[in-house]
């Protein structure tokens, strides 16, 4: 079984929408999540860390849920900017860092 | 500050050949990464490390090989490389701290033919 899991999508969304999805991952004892952007060709940047009590930042809310395992992250009032592939990450204990495969999003006039 | 920086930025070899990915960064981090990321897929732990002298392989380490001599470098070695191989590599560091973000490089393209 995969150390973290993502819908790969696409998930298609009109300008304006929200959109969620979330991220599984296997290993109880991770103690770190985040959620990163990639642009296509280009290295994958920081969008937030996800705390245990959820985090929100402008119209980003990333939530943790350990009794499921899994995080998730919504977008809301969604931009053609926000098009894009977000890469959910798991540091585990010694700070071995895995990703998902990553979730594309599409958002459309 | 440069960051993090990998070179070359492309690369193509031959079957059989081996050649070495530089990463080298500027920022302090204990912690440094190798991943790579085939096209329309998420990115696969390779190599890690926490510090200078020490290596651990991740979740696709085979074909690949590792040193830490020092902070700032983590090289990543293939040797006999293989058209399985053809990827993008990308280099991060961390801080080290649990919840400390990790920082990757502009990555390499490396097409083995």
């Known amino acids: 079984r995969k150390e973290v899991e993502q819908d790969p999508g696409p998930f298609n969304v009109p300008e304006g929408a929200t959109v969620a999805f979330n991220c599984t991952y296997s290993n109880s004892a991770s103690q770190s999540f985040f959620w990163y952007r990639q642009d296509c060709r280009k290295e994958p940047k920081l969008l937030m860390s996800?705390?245990?009590s959820g985090n929100e930042d402008g119209r980003f809310t990333a939530q943790l849920n350990r009794a499921s395992q899994y995080i998730s992250l919504l977008i809301r009032d969604s931009k053609l900017s926000d098009s894009a592939t977000y890469l959910c990450?798991?540091?585990?204990?010694?700070?071995?860092?895995?990703f998902g495969g990553g979730t594309r999003v599409l958002v459309k006039p | 500050n440069a960051g993090v920086t990998q070179t070359p930025k492309f690369r193509i070899l031959k079957i059989g050949q081996s050649m070495t990915l530089q990463c080298t960064q500027d920022m302090n981090h204990n912690y440094m990464y190798w991943y790579r990321q085939d096209p329309g897929m998420g990115l696969k732990l390779i190599y890690y490390?926490?510090?200078?002298?020490?290596?651990d392989k991740g979740e696709v380490p085979n074909g690949y090989n590792v040193s830490r001599s020092t902070t700032e470098d983590f090289p990543l070695r293939l040797e006999l490389a293989a058209p399985s191989q053809t990827s993008v590599y990308f280099c991060?560091?961390?801080?080290?701290?649990?919840?400390?973000?990790?920082?990757f490089g502009q990555g390499t393209r490396l097409t083995v033919v």
């Open positions: 990450g798991d540091k585990a204990a010694g700070n071995k860092l895995t």
């Open positions: 490390s926490v510090g200078a002298g020490i290596t």
């Open positions: 991060a560091t961390s801080g080290g701290l649990g919840g400390a973000e990790a920082f």
């Open positions: 996800v705390y245990s």
